[in-house]
């Protein structure tokens, strides 16, 4: 496609409920990346795939986020028994190569856990 | 944790002044990079300088970096009220995975 795209733009989820976001990136971008803003702050790096092997997860904050990539195009980050601290935007960003230049960023799926 | 910070966090000038907006890294680079995010929206690359040059301009961009104080400039000359927008930088360490760790953002206002 022209862009990253991100689904859904808005989520609401009741503290408990588990959710999925997806992320469709740029066709052929070997890199993809996810990060969690929240309200005022920069991004915070959550986990990197290149092509479909999930080479970073370091930044994901417990074992109730969990992400995935297995056709190395689209993913899904996934967010089992959401907190009301999980309440941020999460952006998805894909690049052309293995190597960190020019990120290329969707415009984020903002979930607001009640 | 976020690698950067940026300085100010704020800033609000009139149409047609400079903006000028600075960046701290913690650890040694390959390169940094400055990205642009209209409220609501993702991320737009705007330039990116690597760990062996000084300088760089893209129209009315003009980026420094002084990897020996560990610290990087964007000046953004002329603003628009187009121009209204968060600023990050964003670095990839040298060390360890190569993926990129944004600061913590400069919010620009340009009034009319």
């Known amino acids: 496609g022209a862009g990253v795209s991100q689904s859904p733009r808005y989520k609401v989820a009741k503290r408990g409920q588990d959710v999925a976001l997806r992320c469709d990136p740029i066709?052929?971008?070997?890199?993809l990346f996810w990060y969690q803003q929240a309200l005022g702050q920069g991004p915070e790096f959550l986990t990197y795939?290149?092509?479909?092997?999930?080479?970073?997860k370091s930044g994901l904050p417990s074992d109730r986020f969990f992400a995935e990539r297995p056709e190395g195009s689209v993913s899904t980050l996934k967010i089992q028994r959401t907190q009301q601290e999980d309440s941020a935007v999460y952006l998805c960003?894909?690049?052309?190569?293995?190597?960190?230049?020019?990120?290329?960023f969707g415009e984020g799926s903002r979930l607001t856990v009640l | 944790s976020q690698q950067g910070e940026e300085d100010p966090q704020a800033l609000s000038i009139q149409e047609g002044e400079n903006a000028t907006m600075n960046c701290s890294y913690k650890?040694?680079?390959?390169?940094l990079q400055w990205y642009r995010q209209n409220s609501g929206r993702g991320l737009v690359h705007l330039i990116l300088?690597?760990?062996?040059?000084r300088e760089k301009h893209s129209g009315r961009l003009r980026v420094t970096l002084d990897t020996s104080k560990k610290s990087s400039s964007l000046l953004i000359t002329a603003s628009r009220a187009a121009d209204t927008a968060s600023y990050f930088c964003?670095?990839?360490?040298?060390?360890?995975?190569?993926?990129?760790?944004f600061g913590t953002g400069t919010r620009l206002l340009v009034s009319p």
């Open positions: 066709s052929g971008h070997v890199s």
């Open positions: 964003a670095t990839d360490a040298k060390t360890g995975f190569q993926k990129l760790v």
């Open positions: 960003a894909s690049s052309q190569t293995g190597r960190p230049g020019e990120l290329f």
């Open positions: 300088i690597r760990s062996n040059e």
């Open positions: 650890t040694s680079i390959n390169n």
């Open positions: 795939f290149q092509n479909e092997a999930q080479l970073d």
